[in-house]
């Protein structure tokens, strides 16, 4: 196991439920491979980044307009600078009161003590309908 990349995913794990975006923001490299999948046009949060700066915007959406509910962690799976993250969330979209209810799985990637590459696979079928009225 590496100890840097696990520090890290645990920085990147408190400052996001602090919602720290200025310390979050510190996480990532200047370019980032990012891509959360779903419907883009319901959840505006979601969709590819390549810039740090566009990650903070995907926080300012997302912060704006969910509410986390409970998030559990049950596994973080590290090899090297590698990582992938499994557990569950419930967060309430703001636009609709409903509530989502989700596995997710989180691919991380670091280099040079930054994150460089991130992927959020969660269930973009139930984002998108909890954003229907």
Do not use: C
Request: no cysteine.
């Amino acid at each position: 196991m590496n100890i840097v990349t696990q520090t890290i995913i645990q920085t990147f794990f408190k400052h996001q439920s602090e919602r720290n975006l200025k310390e979050l923001g510190e996480l990532f490299s200047d370019k980032i491979d990012w891509y959360i999948p779903g419907d883009e046009t319901k959840a505006p949060w979601l969709g590819r980044r390549s810039n740090k700066q566009e990650v903070s915007k995907f926080y300012e959406l997302l912060w704006k307009n969910t509410e986390p509910i409970s998030a559990h962690i049950e596994n973080i799976f590290i090899d090297n600078n590698n990582a992938v993250i499994a557990g569950e969330f419930s967060t309430r979209m703001l636009q609709t009161n409903k509530i989502v209810d989700s596995m997710f799985f989180i691919q991380i990637t670091i280099q040079d003590n930054l994150i460089i590459k991130y992927r959020l696979l969660e269930d973009s079928l139930a984002v998108s309908k909890s954003l229907t009225i």
